[in-house]
């Protein structure tokens, strides 16, 4: 039997990221009947000379060839884009590949255009072509993970979650509209008991005060609809609010897009949501029932389509609370929804905000997550939770005086500035006055959600950053539980 691939973990690495790369590297080694150092030999001996290595393993019933690349690859540095470590892939190839071997069934080549690729280790599902035109339902993926779990089941959970991101991420705005992704949503996190899931209609937003939702989305045939989050915790600890933004297809509204590049992608503009969607659910799957912080969340879900119903520039939208916004350009529609979750989500009470958006490049490039913050420890704590995944995120100062050019004479605020280009530093300046003076932190994954090129070892297309970072943060900040 020939192994065509199989990604290993760096032998040298001894940090918990590599505890599931070694685990499986040891279900590889008891499936061939060879010794795991017969196969960690050769990758010490070819580490600084090529990135690619042959090896012939010795097993009972024959040699058997395995090709490699160790863990720590020069293409993938600490600021890998991806919510997913390097290790976490390994071991899923390593694991899955064994259970292949163990029960005689052909090994899998697991890479891409010869770099590292996380596609095929964490996200085996099927292409989106082979959908049926029209219909909502697809060919369903083959698991994340072959029979034995040689990897710990939280290993299994967080790949899960990154896949399930990722799979949303990917598909067709044709067949994920708010409906459809309210309803994913649905039954994603309601598998967990503790995640209790609702989703509200445009009646119940407007008796609500969601203006903005029901502006960005009134354009579009398929109504606006916010996905409520909530898992009770312990009352006495400190709660988190989060909100994701959930554009299913952002066209720019009469602000019309005019890059096709750039339009040629936008179903991505939902990936906030289902991020935050994801974290809560592991989150929850992680901690025990009632423990830790009550996390309630806001995840807008709208098209900003263009018809004669669609927003207007100059039209004046009130959030939760009372606050007004002046829409003065329909394509800042992400920070308009998330301003309607933060609004409501202060009002509630809660003692912490977090929100999250492809609202712009990010601030901080394609490898780490811009965070804008009013609050140095919230901000701290994110990034550390960040590093502790390898989801990594960058903090970047709140500016000084970008205020004034959000005034407005008709409301209390404008959601773009008209005398400059907007950028990120805007929509971290807009949204800093909804949660007042509660700890909050900006999350900006529109450089990391979604690649338009291969960078840093993963090829085009969505990543699941984001996920593992907030999920570590919400399940394990110890820093979090108290008051």
Not at 50 to 61: C, F, L, N, S, T
Not at 88 to 103: I, K, N, T
Not at 369 to 393: C, F, K, M, Q, Y
């Amino acid at each position: 039997m020939q192994i065509e691939l199989v990604v290993l973990p760096d032998p040298e690495r001894t940090d918990p990221l590599n505890e599931p790369a070694a685990a499986g590297l040891e279900a590889l080694a008891a499936a061939l009947g060879a010794e795991p150092a017969s196969i960690t030999d050769w990758l010490s001996a070819a580490k600084g000379e090529a990135e690619h290595a042959r090896a012939v393993v010795p097993a009972p019933d024959g040699p058997h060839l395995v090709i490699g690349v160790r863990a720590e690859s020069p293409h993938r540095g600490p600021g890998a884009p991806s919510g997913a470590s390097r290790a976490w892939a390994s071991g899923l190839a390593l694991g899955g590949l064994a259970a292949e071997v163990a029960d005689g069934s052909p090994a899998r080549i697991w890479w891409e255009r010869g770099e590292p690729s996380l596609d095929e280790a964490l996200w085996r599902g099927v292409r989106i072509g082979e959908q049926r035109p029209g219909s909502p339902e697809r060919v369903a993926p083959e698991p994340v993970f072959a029979v034995g779990e040689p990897v710990p089941n939280d290993w299994r959970r967080r790949a899960d979650a990154i896949r399930w991101v990722r799979e949303l991420v990917e598909l067709p705005p044709n067949l994920l509209g708010p409906a459809e992704l309210a309803q994913r949503i649905v039954e994603y996190c309601g598998e967990n008991p503790a995640v209790e899931v609702e989703v509200w209609d445009a009646v119940r937003l407007g008796r609500a005060d969601f203006g903005a939702v029901l502006a960005v989305g009134g354009g579009s045939s398929r109504p606006p609809l916010v996905a409520h989050l909530k898992v009770p915790g312990d009352p006495a600890l400190p709660s988190i609010g989060l909100v994701g933004k959930g554009i299913a297809f952002d066209s720019g509204g009469l602000n019309l897009k005019r890059d096709a590049g750039e339009m040629s992608w936008m179903k991505s503009d939902m990936a906030a949501a289902a991020t935050v969607a994801a974290a809560i659910r592991l989150a929850a799957d992680e901690r025990g029932a009632g423990s830790g912080p009550t996390i309630e969340a806001i995840l807008p879900l709208c098209d900003n389509a263009v018809s004669g119903s669609s927003a207007r520039p100059g039209d004046v939208v009130r959030h939760p609370g009372g606050e007004t916004t002046e829409i003065v350009d329909t394509d800042c529609e992400g920070r308009l929804v998330l301003a309607d979750g933060l609004s409501w989500l202060r009002e509630a009470g809660h003692d912490s905000l977090i929100d999250v958006g492809t609202l712009t490049d990010g601030g901080a490039g394609l490898r780490r997550t811009g965070i804008w913050s009013n609050d140095e420890e919230l901000s701290a704590r994110v990034v550390a939770a960040g590093e502790r995944v390898a989801d990594p995120a960058w903090i970047l100062p709140l500016p000084y005086g970008e205020g004034a050019a959000l005034e407005s004479r008709v409301a209390d605020s404008r959601n773009a500035p008209l005398d400059r280009p907007d950028t990120g530093r805007h929509a971290a300046a807009y949204l800093a006055r909804f949660a007042g003076s509660r700890p909050w932190a900006h999350l900006d994954i529109g450089g990391t959600a979604y690649l338009e090129f291969p960078i840093a070892g993963f090829g085009e297309g969505p990543t699941g950053a984001g996920a593992l970072m907030l999920a570590e943060l919400l399940a394990h900040d110890g820093v979090a539980h108290r008051r």
